[in-house]
């Protein structure tokens, strides 16, 4: 498994006005949670690499939810109630066609039924690497910035305090969450689990 980072240190430093090296080891570290975050929020990996999922088969199903999304590539489709994924042969790629956004496989073919029934290896991530990434998905490369920096602001209140902001009026400022701006650009991608 492959962690790649949301965006860049060297970003999240122009935002932040930083013109020296000073604070790099403490905004790796925190990019690094920010996008292991990014991870668990989303239910998947950045990474764009390959992955083998076993999925049950129900009576006449024919579409399947990979649990990761974009989808670049099937690399084999194959069924076998009896698990023997070296001896299954796959399914011909004319049954089956990809909605590589929704990472949705729609299958046109008899699948044998049941519990892990169905091997799909395919390729799904962000991008090969955290400049892919950026290319690719600048909206969750800012959202990691702004992540980023915002933890970094309040890198010595984490659990949150109270300032005065002058005269008798005090704000609180609660514990680090996720920022709302945040969530909400990283909602489309979240994976809906439906259990097994």
């Known amino acids: 498994m492959t962690l790649i980072h949301a965006t860049t240190i060297a970003r999240v430093k122009t935002l932040a006005g930083i013109t020296n090296a000073d604070k790099d080891t403490e ?3 925190i990019l690094a949670s920010v996008s292991q975050r990014f991870e668990g929020f989303m239910g998947q990996r950045l ?3 390959s992955r083998t999922v076993e999925f ?3 009576p006449r199903a024919n579409a ?3 649990r990761a999304f974009p989808v670049q590539s099937i690399t084999s489709v194959k069924n076998d109630q009896r698990w023997d994924w070296a001896s299954a042969t796959a399914i011909d790629t004319d049954l089956y066609h990809l909605d590589g956004d929704s990472g949705t496989l729609y299958i046109d073919y008899d699948l044998q039924s049941g519990a892990k029934a169905l091997q799909v290896v395919f390729v799904a991530g962000f991008g090969t690497d955290t400049a892919d990434l950026i290319l690719n998905y600048p909206a969750i490369a800012q959202a990691a910035d702004l992540q980023v920096l915002d933890i970094y602001r309040r890198r010595n209140s984490p659990a949150g305090s109270s300032k005065s902001l002058g005269g008798n009026r005090t704000e609180f400022e609660g514990p680090i969450k996720m920022l709302p701006e945040v ?6 991608f979240r994976v809906i689990s439906f259990g097994l």
């Open 27 to 29: 905004l790796t570290a």
């Open 56 to 58: 049950s088969v129900q």
């Open 47 to 49: 990474a764009q690499e």
């Open 64 to 66: 399947i939810f990979l």
């Open 183 to 188: 969530r909400e650009t990283l909602a489309p």
